[in-house]
């Protein structure tokens, strides 16, 4: 059915599908089709329904399957759409959208599955599914990362162990690239998140037992003032 109409759009989805199933390496694979998806959306002329209403709905069904706010039954729905689309559009552009679709679906069911489902992102790469938190025991205090925060979401003053504050965080990401070339001490945590103390602490007084309570070591200043 594709095909019967010259496409008003001046292009094609930029996003390409098949080198991306040749070699995902750490990419979201659903985040690259929701990208797809709003390539397909902007070009649609709207001439035809299929490509018109379809493009709208796959593009608000992945934003809802990237940002957790998605259901089992809307990938299903996604799944039902895309070949629609991708079966009767007028013209290759969302024909080929769609099919793009369609084939990371059947290549990464799971990673769908996942997403819509279990809330969750394997690469780490949709910010409603990670946290970003500073490994203590990497970090030197040395401040970078608060200067870069435009939340102000990271406690901590001079040499001392920076902690963000989950609820003020945006995840920019700009504290991790801060960081990056300094301590790598800023990591991004799905599920399992790494320990960290509570307030920021004296760098080099972190010591985790392991049960998630943080002891001090012997000899070394307590950071509410004076020495233990
Ligand atoms: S498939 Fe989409 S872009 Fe192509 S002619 Fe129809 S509405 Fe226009
Ligand atoms: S930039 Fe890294 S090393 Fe420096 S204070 Fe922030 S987390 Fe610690
Ligand atoms: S991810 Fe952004 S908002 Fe969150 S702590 Fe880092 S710089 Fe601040």
């Known amino acids: 059915m594709s095909g019967s109409y010259i496409c008003g759009a001046n292009g094609l989805p ?6 991306l199933i040749a070699d995902k390496g750490a990419a979201c694979v659903v985040r690259a089709a929701l990208e797809i998806m709003a390539d397909a959306r902007r070009l649609s ?16 069904l992945l934003k809802d399957g990237t940002s957790g706010s998605a259901t ?8 039902e759409i895309a070949v629609m689309v991708r079966d009767y559009s007028g013209c290759e552009m969302s024909s080929k ?5 369609v084939d990371l679906m059947g290549a990464y069911p799971d990673e769908f599955d996942q997403h819509f489902r279990r809330g969750r992102c394997p690469a780490l790469a949709c910010p409603a ?10 970090c030197t205090g040395c401040g970078a990362c608060v200067q870069a925060c435009p939340e102000a979401a990271i406690a901590g003053g001079d040499g001392m162990i920076r902690v963000i504050d989950g609820e003020r965080c ?3 990401g700009r504290c991790l690239e801060a960081c990056d070339g300094i301590a790598k001490a800023i990591v991004k945590a ?9 307030a920021p602490i004296p760098v080099g007084s972190w010591a985790d037992d392991g049960g998630g309570r ?4 012997r000899g070394q200043e307590n950071p509410e003032g004076g020495v233990e």
């Open 14 to 19: 930029s996003a390409d599908a098949s080198a």
């Open 45 to 60: 002329c709207g001439q035809c329904v299929f490509c018109r209403e379809g493009t709208i709905q796959l593009h608000e």
């Open 72 to 79: 089992g039954e809307d990938l299903e729905l996604l799944a």
């Open 97 to 101: 959208a769609a099919g793009a679709l």
């Open 129 to 138: 599914y990670y946290t970003v938190h500073v490994l203590p025991d990497l």
């Open 170 to 172: 945006s995840r920019c």
């Open 190 to 198: 799905g599920p399992v998140k790494p320990r960290t103390p509570d």
């Open 214 to 217: 943080r002891r001090r070591r």
